[in-house]
């Protein structure tokens, strides 16, 4: 069964205190890797697309790692509006497009 | 270019009552989808549909009907709504590109009372 877990559930940092959040995937074949952020009472908002294992891509103070088991989402510095949940969802091959979302990591940065 | 558009942003329903929610996007995509949020449990997939006139079930898709008459709509149907159904509700809309990007939609937040 395709199943997408994140972790932490939560995690709560200092400005400028730099941590990673994990997304753990088993897909029966990746299609593509999808990171979104989520602010509260808003719909997720698209941050990046991985492919294949070895890709990275950045923006601003974020960015995503891709291996064949997992995907970190690295965040460097971070700034209190950085706060928000953090979505993971892979896209499996066969699918209609449909993605598999993780529970999601809500981060607090507190200046 | 709104994007994908969700109406009403927020709606009460006693059990029993019926209501439509609609979604529509203006980036000419042909797949669309339905999810719902609760807490703990992520998003899970509704419903979607892969082209005008075509629709088909998700994960979660019991007590539910959409129709797609038109490529920008998408309509998400409560029959007789239950308090299960608290929820709030997600459309998305993608291209046909390999594993193209999903765009969301601002939500509408659902209780039934």
């Known amino acids: 069964e395709d199943q997408v877990t994140q972790s932490p559930e939560a995690l709560r940092l200092q400005e400028g205190e730099s941590s990673s959040l994990n997304c753990s995937y088993t897909?029966?074949?990746?299609?593509?890797l999808f990171w979104y952020r989520q602010d509260p009472g808003k719909g997720p908002e698209f941050l990046f697309t991985?492919?294949?294992a070895g890709e990275e891509k950045e923006k601003e103070r974020l960015k995503a790692t891709l291996t064949k088991k997992e995907s970190f989402l690295h965040i460097t510095a971070p700034k209190p509006e950085d706060s928000a949940t953090y979505l993971c969802?892979?896209?499996?091959?066969?699918?209609?497009?449909?993605?598999?979302f993780g529970k999601g990591t809500k981060l607090s940065v507190k200046p | 270019n709104a994007g994908v558009t969700q109406t009403p942003k927020f709606r009460v329903l006693k059990t029993g009552q019926s209501m439509t929610l609609l979604c529509a996007q203006d980036m000419n995509h042909e797949y669309m989808y339905w999810y719902r949020q609760d807490p703990g449990m992520g998003l899970r997939l509704i419903h979607y549909s892969v082209g005008e006139g075509t629709t088909a079930k998700g994960e979660v898709p019991d007590g539910y009907n959409v129709s797609r008459l038109k490529k920008q709509n998408f309509l998400l149907g409560l029959e007789s709504a239950a308090p299960s159904q608290t929820s709030v509700y997600f459309c998305?809309?993608?291209?046909?590109?390999?594993?193209?990007?999903?765009?969301f939609g601002p939500g509408t937040r659902l209780t039934v009372l």
């Open positions: 998305a809309s993608k291209g046909l590109v390999y594993a193209d990007t999903q765009y």
């Open positions: 969802a892979v896209q499996a091959d066969g699918s209609q497009g449909n993605l598999i």
């Open positions: 897909v029966s074949g990746l299609r593509g």
């Open positions: 991985l492919y294949s």
